[in-house]
C-alpha cells in the first residue's frame, strides 16, 4: 500500500515525463526537489515514529504542493482536456485511490538508513549462517538486516559501522 503523498508523487511524476516529452520545459529545480521528496517519502516509510520523519514527510507535502501548481499552470498550456485529466488523477489521489504503482525493480538500492546513522551493505560470494553476522553486528552495536542470504545491511555508529565490517571482512574471502 502507498501513501498518498507518494501517489501525488508518482502522478506529478508522470506528468512532468508527459511534459518534457511534449516539449514543455520544466522548471529548474523542480527534478532535485522531486528526487529530495521521494527520499523523504522513501525514509518515513522505513518509520513512520520518528518525528524528524513526520515533519520531513509534512514538508514534502508542502512541497508537492507548490511543484503541482507549478505543473498544472504549465499543464493548462496544452488545453483544458489535457489539464482536466491530470486534476482528475490529483483528486482520485486525494481521496486516496491508488493510481499508479511503482515500477518493481530487480535492483536493490539502500533506500534510506535510519536517521542519526550510518549504512553499510555487503553482498557476499556464499551464503552465510546468520549467526556469524549478528554475532558481530551485537559485539558492535550495529543494527543488522538480511536483505537475502548473500545481502547484508548494517546501520550504526560510523566507527562501529567500520570496526563490524573489518571483523566480516574474512567473510568476502569464503567460496
Do not use: C
Amino acid at each position: 500500500m502507498s501513501l498518498p503523498s507518494e501517489q501525488n508523487w508518482l502522478v506529478l511524476n508522470h506528468l512532468i515525463a508527459d511534459l518534457n516529452k511534449k516539449g514543455y520545459k520544466i522548471p529548474d529545480g523542480i527534478n532535485p526537489e522531486m528526487g529530495l521528496i521521494r527520499s523523504t517519502i522513501s525514509s518515513y516509510k522505513r518509520d513512520p515514529s520518528h518525528p524528524d520523519l513526520i515533519n520531513g514527510l509534512a514538508n514534502a507535502e508542502i512541497s508537492l504542493n507548490n511543484i503541482q501548481a507549478t505543473l498544472l499552470i504549465i499543464a493548462e498550456e496544452e488545453g483544458d482536456e489535457y489539464a482536466d485529466y491530470w486534476l482528475d488523477l490529483l483528486k482520485q489521489v486525494m481521496q486516496g485511490k491508488e493510481v499508479f504503482e511503482f515500477a518493481k525493480s530487480r535492483s536493490k538500492f539502500l533506500a534510506n538508513s535510519p536517521p542519526g546513522l550510518t549504512t553499510g551493505r555487503i553482498n557476499l560470494r556464499v551464503p552465510l549462517a546468520e549467526e556469524r553476522v549478528q554475532e558481530i553486528a551485537e559485539w558492535n552495536g550495529l543494527i543488522i538486516e538480511f536483505d537475502d542470504d548473500v545481502t547484508v545491511q548494517l546501520h550504526g555508529d560510523k566507527e562501529d559501522l567500520q570496526d563490524g565490517l573489518k571483523e566480516m571482512g574474512s567473510f568476502f574471502l569464503e567460496d
